[in-house]
């Protein structure tokens, strides 16, 4: 997988969040070539809204699922286009969403073989992570600690798109990325 890190060049302002997030200020161009695909996301990927009283409108609730994997912890199960319909209300920090053509027929077994390969938090296994996620996923993208995005993906065309879209914007950085060197996977 190709990938990419986008962060804010140190001088720059950050825009405000009520100005959308920089999930959608970042990949917005891309996204549409990614509705077709099902997602599984953070538990907390969306941001809580008050006039939604939630983070996404009651309306949408069918078209997510959950897959809890410890009580009260889990992920979204998006169906195609969520993603893309809210990306203004994506959580710019600590994220993790992962696009699939091919669900898994098991999330939990999905998750778990992902944990259980998890990189250097958990002693050093990236290779076997980064290996699992490119097996199984199109594309994926990862908030670290709100400071930047790590954008992965299959088709580097995805990739290349993106970054020509983040050449226009002033005050950001993009760099090559290594999946086995995230530190969002």
Do not use: K
């Not at 962060?7 to 959608?24: K, L, N, T």
């Not at 027929?105 to 699992?132: M, V, Y």
Request: glycine share 12%; hydrophobic share 40%.
């Amino acid at each position: 997988m190709r990938g990419i890190e986008v962060r804010y060049e140190s001088h720059a302002a950050r825009p405000s969040r009520s100005d959308g997030s920089d999930f959608a200020r970042f990949f917005g161009p891309v996204l549409h070539r990614l509705r077709p695909l099902v997602w599984l996301v953070d538990g907390q990927a969306f941001r809580y809204r008050p006039e939604w009283d939630g983070d996404l409108p009651e309306a949408e609730e069918g078209r997510r699922g959950w897959v809890e994997v410890r009580p009260g912890i889990g992920y979204g199960v998006l169906s195609p286009g969520l993603l893309a319909d809210y990306a203004d209300n994506v959580n710019d920090d600590w994220n993790d969403l992962y696009g699939f053509t091919a669900p898994p027929a098991d999330w939990r077994g999905w998750l778990g073989r992902r944990e259980g390969t998890s990189t250097a938090r958990s002693g050093g296994r990236a290779d076997a992570a980064a290996r699992f996620v490119a097996e199984t996923v199109e594309v994926c993208f990862f908030s670290v600690d709100g400071a930047y995005w790590e954008f992965f993906a299959r088709d580097g065309g995805l990739i290349e798109d993106a970054r020509a879209h983040l050449a226009g914007l002033p005050g950001i950085r993009v760099v090559d990325a290594v999946l086995t060197e995230s530190v969002g996977l």
